[in-house]
């Protein structure tokens, strides 16, 4: 059955053509044969009713003036009503849920015409006056009843169709957020990568160049220097593992396989790294410290990251750097400066330290995500500064 059903709801011109040979054989056999008028006016408009039936969905508006043409002609030729004059029915209410907003309204008043019209035109002598009223009324009825049907199913058709609609604008949107979500996703990923490997990579090229550079007169110093560039190595890959975790896709990874996210208070062990490596820095907290939202840490420790690594790279021999972490009571101050005079103003003044204008624009991006402020710039007398405030809590 449901095979049938749908093939019928593939094909309605082959439904509306048989119910039109039902209804013409139905007409031939008890209009026509029965005297309801002249066969020779009969017979063809008979054929009209019943073309109408057939083609009411393919040309709604057109088959609706046909059915009107064929009902004065009715009147005119003296053709009484006959079972072909159930198309009229049908009509209207086709025209109702398919067709044009004017043919509607038509098709409603001339239906309703249709019955009073009738009724004058062969009236029933069988009946008084009252009688005929009564019986006008009886036939109007069926014609507001397929208007009011049709209509309705128009209604419907139109909330269903607003419903997929709306459906498919959402899924729309959800698609588009979802791509919003991957790409952000990847900016951060990408920042992350950028931090490891420029702070990572830093390092151990630092501490190369100082083995290789007392590899024969220190050969301890030379040692305890592969020494570092073997911990900060292992350091780098244990961070992009845990970058690379997040994305695989389809795996469940052990609890505890990726080392956690960096936090404030890895920014010791940060700066002890980077004394290790020939970078004098002063570091001091001051205020109360206490437990901080997780983005806020790993903000903090990122940026204090960075603002070291460029220094190391950038502000050339005998550098050093200061870091202030200050509690306030709603949010975390952050101070980075150094005494460096190794890279000219212009570089710092492109956006960023690393050569391509993409250290400030990462540090922006980070602290705009949790709704922080930043100020960055050179020293007088050389040097650069890196000053953010992070909020406890985001920005409205």
Excluded at 199 to 223: E, F, I
Excluded at 296 to 313: F, G, H, M, P
Excluded at 372 to 389: E, N
Aim: hydrophobic letters at 45%; charged letters at 20%; aromatic letters at 6%.
């Amino acid at each position: 059955m449901q095979r049938l059903y749908d093939f019928l709801r593939r094909h309605p011109m082959w439904v509306d053509g048989s119910w039109a040979v039902v209804l013409l054989g139905i007409s031939l056999v008890g209009g026509v044969a029965g005297g309801y008028g002249s066969p020779a006016a009969a017979v063809p408009l008979t054929i009209l009713l019943c073309l109408v039936v057939a083609l009411r969905r393919r040309l709604p508006e057109k088959m609706l003036l046909l059915a009107t043409a064929v009902g004065v002609a009715q009147l005119v030729t003296d053709v009484e009503r006959g079972p072909a004059d159930f198309a009229l029915l049908v009509i209207v209410y086709t025209v109702a849920a398919e067709g044009a907003r004017w043919a509607s309204r038509f098709a409603l008043g001339a239906g309703l015409c249709a019955a009073p019209v009738s009724q004058l035109r062969w009236p029933s002598d069988q009946t008084n006056v009252a009688g005929n009223i009564a019986l006008t009324v009886f036939m109007a009825v069926p014609f507001a009843l397929a208007w009011v049907l049709g209509d309705s199913i128009r209604t419907r058709r139109a909330y269903f169709a607003q419903l997929e609609e709306r459906a498919a604008r959402l899924e729309k949107e959800r698609e588009a957020q979802s791509k919003v979500a991957v790409a952000a996703e990847r900016a951060r990923i990408a920042r992350e990568l950028h931090d490891v490997v420029a702070h990572n990579v830093s390092v151990m090229v630092v501490q190369a160049d100082g083995a290789a550079y007392v590899l024969d007169a220190a050969p301890d110093q030379a040692k305890k220097a592969l020494e570092t560039i073997s911990s900060t190595g292992r350091q780098a890959l244990a961070e992009m593992r845990r970058l690379l975790g997040v994305l695989r896709t389809g795996e469940h990874q052990e609890a505890g396989e990726y080392v956690p996210q960096p936090d404030v208070q890895q920014i010791e062990d940060l700066v002890e790294q980077c004394r290790t490596s020939g970078l004098p820095v002063d570091f001091k907290v001051e205020g109360t410290p206490r437990p901080l939202p997780s983005g806020v840490e790993l903000t903090a420790y990122r940026i204090v990251q960075e603002a070291l690594t460029n220094t190391r790279k950038h502000g050339g021999p005998n550098a050093g750097a200061s870091v202030r972490l200050v509690y306030f009571d709603d949010g975390l101050g952050l101070l980075v400066e150094d005494d460096g005079k190794g890279a000219p103003h212009e570089l710092y003044e492109e956006g960023g330290f690393d050569g391509q204008g993409h250290g400030l624009i990462g540090m922006r991006e980070r602290i705009g995500m949790v709704g922080g402020t930043l100020d960055a710039g050179p020293r007088p007398g050389g040097g650069f500064r890196i000053s953010a405030l992070l909020p406890l809590k985001p920005a409205n």
